[in-house]
């Protein structure tokens, strides 16, 4: 079935620092890739997403690239905050309104 | 505009009882979905509706049901339950149905407790 792997955390980082977290996913056909962020007390916002293979999504400083040969989507940013500090959810959509989602990376920036 | 709306945001119950959770999507969204997030098993898909129908349903027991209304707005019932149902539980809504492209908008959340 399809699934989504992403590398264990927390990550620790200092403010400043480049930002990589992989995530890799198992799918029949080709999904649509997204990432999600989760503030503490809230719920999941659209960090950002791709299509099709090869599309690069990004939004505020962050980028994915969809790499259909390593079925790979990982996120990176070049400078991190320490308002980036949340957790992040890589997801899968095999089709309809369904999201398949990875077990989250726990991202902790110090100043 | 306003975002995705969901009631209660808290609530606690005991072991067979059963709750009701609302959901009411962002004006002109049709479709409606559904997930737990525990922190054992993560982000569950639960099951979506759209136009009144569901037309996806996750690997929950049948314990869990939900329904959608004319309007848009979606409730999810559980009923009988169980410890293990302590969880957030999260609506979101899209504007459409279509393959794989949509951006699904989250609700704040319901967080459930039980005890």
């Known amino acids: 079935g399809d699934s989504v792997t992403q590398m264990e955390g927390p990550v620790t980082l200092s403010e400043e620092a480049f930002l990589t977290i992989n995530c890799t996913y198992t799918?029949?056909?080709?999904?649509?890739l997204f990432w999600y962020v989760q503030y503490p007390g809230e719920g999941l916002q659209l960090l950002l997403k791709?299509?099709?293979?090869?599309d690069k999504g990004s939004n505020k400083g962050f980028e994915a690239t969809y790499r259909k040969e390593t079925t790979s989507f990982h996120l990176e940013k070049g400078s991190v905050q320490v308002s980036d500090s949340a957790v992040y959810f890589c997801?899968?959509?095999?089709?309809?309104?369904?999201?398949?989602f990875g077990a989250g990376t726990i991202l902790r920036v110090k100043s | 505009k306003a975002g995705v709306t969901q009631t209660p945001r808290y609530l606690i119950k005991t072991r067979g009882q059963q709750v009701t959770l609302s959901c009411s999507p962002i004006?002109?969204?049709?479709?409606v979905s559904w997930y737990q997030q525990t922190p054992g098993q993560g982000l569950q898909f639960l099951f979506e509706?759209?136009?009144?129908?569901?037309?996806n349903k996750g690997n929950f027991p049948g314990r869990f049901s939900g329904r959608q209304f004319s309007n848009s707005r979606s409730e999810m019932n559980v009923s009988t339950l169980e410890l293990g149902d302590s969880a957030l539980y999260l609506c979101?809504?899209?504007?459409?149905?279509?393959?794989?492209?949509?951006?699904?908008?989250f609700g704040a959340g319901s967080r459930l407790t039980v005890l």
């Open positions: 979101a809504s899209s504007l459409d149905r279509g393959f794989g492209a949509n951006v699904l908008t």
């Open positions: 799918a029949t056909g080709y999904p649509s």
């Open positions: 791709a299509t099709k293979a090869d």
């Open positions: 997801a899968l959509n095999p089709g309809g309104n369904k999201l398949v």
């Open positions: 004006s002109g969204h049709r479709s």
């Open positions: 509706y759209f136009s009144e129908t569901q037309r």
